[in-house]
């Protein structure tokens, strides 16, 4: 007789793996004005980046690498603990580059901020939950930036978006700044792939997990030894 | 009994952790590639996204009613019609052979006793290099048109090539006398 199997094999099995491949997908679909697709693949500086954010999370306990790749889980659960690492730093490095803008004077601007202020996250060492809303604030408000405000400001047309815009930065002007604003549609995925970001990163085995991950393990070795027994 | 017994034995596997997590692993790598793809093809909508899947599995095919249609218009001189014939039967850009007749309509409407129009062959050129891009062997031979005095493209990206160089044998006044390609 054989028991069902435990949630969190099917979660580390599909859901993560995918969840971050689609954030990698996604960060770096660029839709212009006439609907043509794009893809950019992460800029160098997006992967460093990414490695910081990365580290933020394992110090954060926001992933922890027992509960995904260790000595006593069977080879296909370390080889999917590798697989959600390996997404996880791809999609890691796809979301950082989609808020950030591409090329220009603004992108130095962003990078910069984004390593202070992960550098700052990792000093602060917060723990897993506070970590997560801290991301939601830095994401949410480096997306509302480059698709909202700058869209706004370098759209081609006098929209009402730029009017209130301007109005709010009372007539400020960027000179020649140069950038180029990425269609509507692109801040539509964009938005798509940090939410899902934000919640396959919740979503990762949390550090109360790891003291569970040896049970879990030990439950996939009583199913095979159950199946074998029933035989 | 035995029946029983190999049944019971295919239904614990098919409950076993390991099971998922191959399958999970198979679905991931199977989606992994697939983004890798994606950043390595840039499809430029839904529609180059699904025939370049299509081709990379040997499944994608293209409209053979509106390619005959394009090879109509072609042999008819109706350069710009033959083009959205052909487009439409090759609406991925996947095929080597619809691309590379694309490219042949630019030649030979931009070709001209006195002269030849430069943004049309060099369409014709970006037209060619994705049919050279979704041919296999880098090569692309077209031997069942007796119509073509071109049969490759390697001799299309030649005449191209021809007819953007500027040198003084643009001013050979037996240039006339050349023979539509």
């Given at each position: 007789m054989s028991a069902a199997i435990p949630r969190t094999v099917w979660h580390e099995a599909f859901t993560l793996p995918i969840a971050f491949l689609s954030v990698a997908l996604l960060g770096g679909l660029r839709i212009d004005t006439a609907g043509r697709f794009g893809f950019a693949p992460p800029p160098l500086m997006a992967l460093v980046l990414a490695v910081v954010l990365v580290a933020v999370l394992f110090r954060a306990g926001a992933i922890v690498p027992a509960a995904l790749v260790?000595?006593?889980?069977?080879g296909l659960a370390n080889a999917s603990g590798l697989a959600i690492v390996l997404a996880l730093g791809a999609a890691t490095a796809q979301v950082i580059a989609t808020l950030t803008?591409?090329?220009?004077?603004l992108t130095l601007v962003f990078d910069v901020a984004w390593l202070v202020l992960f550098g700052n996250t990792l000093a602060a060492r917060p723990d897993r939950r506070r970590l997560l809303a801290s991301l939601l604030v830095i994401f949410g408000a480096a997306f509302v930036v480059k698709y909202v405000i700058l869209s706004a400001l370098y759209a081609p047309d006098s929209s009402l978006m730029k009017r209130a815009v301007m109005a709010l930065l009372e007539g400020v002007s960027l000179g020649g700044l140069a950038y180029q604003p990425p269609g509507p549609a692109t801040g539509y995925v964009a938005f798509a792939a940090v939410l899902l970001y934000v919640g396959a990163v919740a979503a990762l085995p949390q550090a109360a997990a790891s003291a569970g991950a040896t049970a879990i393990v030990r439950r996939e070795a009583t199913i095979v030894d159950s199946d074998r027994l029933a035989d | 009994m035995a029946t029983t017994s190999a049944s019971s034995r295919a239904a614990a596997a098919l409950r076993s952790p390991a099971l998922v997590r191959a399958v999970g692993l198979a679905t991931t790598a199977l989606y992994a590639a697939f983004v890798v793809w994606v950043y390595t093809a840039q499809p430029r909508s839904l529609v180059e996204m699904r025939g370049g899947v299509a081709a990379s599995i040997g499944v994608y095919a293209v409209d053979a009613v509106a390619f005959d249609e394009g090879v109509r218009y072609f042999r008819a001189d109706k350069f710009a019609e033959a083009r959205r014939a052909f487009g439409r039967a090759d609406a991925a850009e996947r095929d080597p052979k619809t691309q590379f007749y694309i490219a042949y309509t630019f030649l030979r409407q931009g070709w001209?006793?006195?002269?030849?129009?430069d943004a049309l062959y060099a369409q014709g050129q970006a037209a060619l290099q994705r049919a050279l891009a979704a041919s296999s062997g880098g090569v692309i031979r077209v031997?069942?048109?007796?119509?073509?005095?071109i049969k490759s493209s390697d001799e299309l990206a030649e005449a191209f090539a021809r007819g953007l160089k500027r040198d003084v044998?643009?001013?050979?006044?037996?240039?006339?006398?050349e023979k539509r390609p």
């Open positions: 260790h000595p006593a889980r069977p803008p591409d090329g220009g004077l | 001209g006793r006195f002269y030849e129009d031997d069942d048109d007796p119509n073509l005095t044998s643009d001013l050979n006044p037996l240039g006339v006398l």
